[in-house]
């Protein structure tokens, strides 16, 4: 009994957060990963996209929720999910038009554009604070747990619950619909090869016909998306507050490095990696030891960093991979 409880621990504090968590990170690192495979830089304001589509998605949210209009178990913010990726897209294209295409247009430098989306990142981050203000906000509603821990008490007689919550599942079948859509867009529709073939040799694409205008808004209005969707899901998981997201930049980049910049498999791969590796490494160990170990008895938590210094985890995992494989595990392109 004693060993079940200690794999429902397991389960409950590392394994199901962490998958979640994982598949939040992956579709924010396929963003990030998309814009530099396409547009060649790395988009700092990849993080505040997230806050401003999910600030988006919350006041749709709110409208709907005042109409009476409901999603039964699962949450309201699934159907304005769509307004908001709109309303998002419609921003970073605007945004394209006003301040990216000057520097494509003077083939500015990589780092060039950089700084410049430093500057969009701010000025998304004050409009999102602007907008919805900068308390945290909670807006899931329907069903709030798939398996409850009383309900899984009552069922197994074991003595550590395990509870699944309805978000937690969403944000994987979600995820996992959104990365099958994506690598079908890429692989099978004319405009996807236009994609993939424009980042692969941008002059050759130019030279077959292939209209660069039509690939940058394509891959915005894509980029749009994986960072609305991936930012509902963590702020459904979680809860909305505008600075989390500036934080969460650290990780999603890490992400796409780790897995290979560039490389949409690699992003996936290093959003899982980069989440279990945090969740495992600020997770307190003592009751799991405690099952497991007869006897054993420890003085601790057994917990190797305080989960104030989780992303310190990614930050390191980050600094290991730049030093001995700068083109991530899945060989993206050089960092």
Known sequence: MDFLNAIVAILNYVFVPATAYGAQLALGALGVTLIYGILRFSNFAHGD????????????????????????PL????????????????FVLATDRAVYAYYRKVRAAPVILVMVSVGVMFVMNGVTRFVIGVDEIQFTDGARFVISAKGFREATG????????????LTVVLAGLVVWALFWFLNKTRT??????????????????????????????????????????????????????????????ASAIVGGLGNPLGAIAGGFIIAYSEVAVTYAWKKVATYAIPGFEA???????STEYKFAVSFAILIIVL?????????????
């Open 323 to 335: 030093l001995f494989k700068p083109t991530g595990l899945f060989k993206g392109k050089a960092v």
């Open 299 to 305: 003085e601790g938590l057994m917990q190797l960093l």
């Open 49 to 72: 996209t997230m806050a401003f589509g999910t600030a988006m998605t919350i006041l749709v949210t709110w409208g709907l929720q005042k109409l009476g209009l409901h999603f039964g």
């Open 158 to 169: 074991l003595a550590e619950p395990l509870a699944i919550r309805t978000t937690q599942v």
């Open 192 to 253: 996807g090869k236009s994609m993939r073939a424009f980042s692969d040799n941008e002059d050759l694409a130019l030279l077959s016909g292939i209209n660069p205008n039509h690939v940058v808004a394509v891959t915005w209005i894509i980029a749009a998306a994986l960072a609305t969707t991936a930012g509902v899901l963590y702020g459904l998981d979680k809860s909305f507050k505008a600075f989390n997201y500036f934080q969460l930049l650290l990780p999603i980049f």
């Open 75 to 90: 949450p309201t913010a699934l159907i304005a999910l769509p307004f908001g990726i709109a309303i998002t897209a419609a």
